[in-house]
């Protein structure tokens, strides 16, 4: 493996794993207050459609990272419509 | 353009344009109680990673999403370190 797609693994498992304290966080404290509703709505409806870019171009990576960070995200996005 | 690259591209929209919101809304609210900060450090690092990834392979619209999100996804973390 060469430095470029190190650079690459090491950022999709970063930018991937970065909602895990997010959603472990909201789901402990049920504070939504400062979270936007429209962040998660584009981020979730844009997780999707990658997944689906990815299912289509069958690209595995990319499935399984958005696949993962999409189940983070509506995580969030459920707990930001139910206590905000 | 097929269907895989308009998703593909939507997908990039999306995920890049929904940092705005959350930026504008921690701007104007200083409320960031509910955001987690291991999140936005893990994910500007990711953003930045990714950034490099698409500089390193040449691939302009990887280096240009990042670059946008990764602006978003520190003024949010400075927001987070200065008013939590």
């Known amino acids: 493996m060469n430095i470029i797609t190190i ?10 794993a970065s909602f895990l ?3 472990i ?7 939504t207050s400062g979270i936007s509703l429209f962040m998660y709505s584009l981020f979730a409806s844009g997780t ?7 299912l289509f171009s069958s690209n595995m990576p990319v499935m399984i990272a958005n696949a ?10 459920i707990y930001k419509i ?3």
């Open 7 to 16: 650079t690459g693994f090491a950022a999709a498992i970063l930018t991937t």
């Open 21 to 23: 304290p997010q959603a």
């Open 25 to 31: 966080k909201t789901i402990r404290t049920k504070d």
């Open 48 to 54: 999707l459609l990658w997944f689906l870019f990815g």
């Open 68 to 77: 993962v960070t999409l189940v983070f995200a509506v995580i969030i996005l």
């Open 82 to 84: 139910k206590f905000q």
